[in-house]
């Protein structure tokens, strides 16, 4: 996977383009309050926290969350919309600015694949987190993949995404490798995401880093076989996909 610059352009495009609908931040909500411990308050991380767009859902829900993200245009957006509950920090997975046992669970939402050193990744985690404590890993899992509509267009679409990303076993064994249970896997369908046309004026702004990993003329021909899709049938309902969530817990 080529890296991908969150400083630069793709923080802009991501702002734009990846937005959550009301609905949507709620439904996820509702599925990490049903895995999670009953007490309340509960402090959280948010691990590659980005823009902000689950921190503050979070801690309206949980209590106090402090968003860590290594991107500082990514971060500098979602301190912009500051929120009582929610502090953010610059810093990554291989290193979490937070003291030992100092939180009782962490998301991270997409963000797994941009992990350089995983297993050093799994060790800080458990660091930081207590007894009990949960980690939520919304991620793409090789042989979990959605065959999402848009992608189809693009030449290897489907391939190039699936590249990306590990089988499930493969990273159950990192988190089991640094002392970790496996509580669960899931596959959460959460709202709908409109029509084809509403999800192509969002496309274009390319808001998924996996456009980084196209070349300049895959690009030109899957835009070009998308448009014509979509103007074929642009009121035709984007559709619905199963999306993995994998839960872990520390001892």
Request: glycine share 8%; hydrophobic share 45%.
């Amino acid at each position: 996977m080529k890296p991908v610059d969150y400083n630069t352009q793709q923080h802009q495009n991501y702002v734009r383009g990846r937005s959550l609908r009301r609905d949507q931040v709620e439904f996820w909500i509702r599925a990490f309050a049903a895995r999670l411990p009953r007490q309340r308050p509960l402090d959280g991380l948010d691990l590659g926290s980005g823009t902000g767009r689950f921190a503050p859902a979070l801690a309206a829900a949980f209590g106090p969350v402090t968003g860590v993200e290594p991107a500082a245009a990514m971060r500098r957006i979602a301190e912009a919309a500051a929120h009582p509950g929610v502090s953010y920090l610059s810093g990554s997975a291989e290193a979490i600015p937070l003291p030992d046992g100092s939180v009782d669970y962490t998301l991270m939402f997409l963000v797994w694949h941009h992990v350089r050193d995983q297993e050093r990744a799994a060790a800080e985690l458990a660091r930081v987190t207590r007894p009990g404590g949960v980690v939520f890993l919304r991620s793409q899992f090789r042989d979990h993949m959605p065959r999402l509509w848009w992608l189809e267009h693009f030449p290897h679409g489907l391939e190039t995404d699936a590249a990306i990303f590990q089988p499930l076993a493969d990273v159950e064994a990192v988190f089991t490798g640094a002392g970790w249970r496996v509580a669960g896997f899931a596959k959460l369908t959460p709202p709908s995401s409109g029509t084809r046309a509403e999800a192509l004026a969002l496309l274009r702004l390319r808001p998924y880093s996996i456009f980084e990993q196209f070349t300049p003329e895959e690009l030109a021909v899957g835009f070009e076989r998308l448009e014509a899709a979509v103007a074929a049938d642009p009121d035709a309902p984007v559709p619905d996909y199963e999306l993995p969530l994998l839960t872990l817990t520390r001892p």
